[in-house]
C-alpha cells in the first residue's frame, strides 16, 4: 500500500510540476455533444475505461465534464454507502466487486478512483492499479487544465465538491485548510500553504453543479 501511495505521489507531482496545456471548457457545447452525440460520448467512456493512450487531454476533459450532463450523474449514494462499510471492515474482494457497480454509475468520480487503487492494492492487482492511477492523473489534468483557480473568472471547474478535495489534498498537498466559502458560484478554498500552488487560496467553479440543483427543483 505505502509503494503505492509512493507512485501515486510522484505521478500527481509530474501533474503539478510540467506546464499543463489550457483548455476551454463550455458546458453548452459539452451538453450538445452529448445528448446529440451520446454514442460518441459512449465510445469515449469506453476508450477510457481501456486506458486508451491515444486519448487527449481534451477527450479526458469532455469525459469528465460530459458525465455531469448524462442520466447517471444523480449519483448512488446507497452504492457507496455500502461500498465504504466494505472497506471498514476490510472485505476487500466484496468491496472491489461493489467498488465496480459505483464506477458503472460515476466512471470519472475521483474518489471513488483512490478506492480502486486501494482496493486493487490490497488483492495485489498491479496492472489494475496502474490503469486505475492513470485514470485519476488524467482527470486530474483535465481539471487544473481548466483554469488557474486564482480568481472567479479562472477557477479549477469541478462537477463534484469531493473532486475539491481530492484535487486540494492529493494533487496540491494543500496544508492547513481553513474555509471554505461560497461565492457566487464558487467555492473559495483557503488554506495555510502548498508546496505546488502559489497562494493560500483556490477557487473552483462549482456552476455545474449547482445548475443541475436548480433545474431538479424547477
Request: aromatic content about 12%.
Amino acid at each position: 500500500m505505502k509503494r503505492t501511495l509512493l507512485l501515486i505521489n510522484l505521478l500527481l507531482l509530474s501533474v503539478c510540476v510540467f506546464p499543463q496545456e489550457n483548455i476551454e471548457v463550455n458546458y453548452a457545447t459539452i451538453k450538445k455533444y452529448v445528448e446529440n452525440q451520446s454514442d460518441d460520448y459512449q465510445q469515449l467512456i469506453e476508450r477510457f475505461e481501456a486506458n486508451d493512450s491515444l486519448l487527449s487531454l481534451n477527450d479526458y476533459a469532455l469525459i469528465y465534464y460530459g458525465h455531469s450532463f448524462t442520466p447517471k450523474y444523480k449519483g448512488s449514494m446507497e452504492l457507496w454507502k455500502e461500498l465504504e462499510t466494505l472497506i471498514e471492515e476490510k472485505k476487500w474482494e466484496e468491496a472491489y466487486t461493489q467498488l465496480k457497480e459505483c464506477r458503472k454509475k460515476n466512471p470519472v468520480s475521483l474518489k471513488l478512483l483512490i478506492y480502486a487503487v486501494n482496493l486493487a492494492s490490497e488483492l495485489q492487482r498491479e496492472e489494475e492499479v496502474q490503469a486505475y492511477i492513470d485514470k485519476y492523473i488524467k482527470l486530474s489534468s483535465a481539471i487544473i487544465s481548466s483554469g488557474d483557480g486564482t480568481n472567479e473568472d479562472t477557477a479549477f471547474k469541478v462537477i463534484s465538491v469531493n473532486d475539491e478535495y481530492q484535487i486540494l489534498n492529493n494533487v496540491f498537498k494543500v496544508e492547513g485548510l481553513k474555509q471554505q466559502s461560497l461565492v457566487n458560484k464558487c467555492d473559495l478554498m483557503e488554506f495555510e500553504s502548498s508546496p505546488y500552488y502559489e497562494g493560500t487560496q483556490i477557487y473552483f467553479d462549482i456552476s455545474r453543479s449547482l445548475d443541475y440543483m436548480k433545474d431538479l427543483f424547477k
